[in-house]
C-alpha cells in the first residue's frame, strides 16, 4: 500500500509539473505576440 502511494505521489508530481511548463509556454508566447505587435 505504502509502495503504490509513493508511485501516486510520483505521479500527480510528474503531471502537475508537465501542467506548469505547459503554462509557461503559454505565457511566454502570448507575451511575444504582444511585443510583436507593439512594434
Known sequence: MKKHLHQFKWLIIIWVLSV????????????????????
Do not use: E, P, Q, Y
Open 20 to 39: 506548469a511548463s505547459l503554462f509557461l509556454v503559454s505565457l511566454v508566447i502570448r507575451f511575444l505576440m504582444t511585443l510583436a505587435g507593439m512594434k
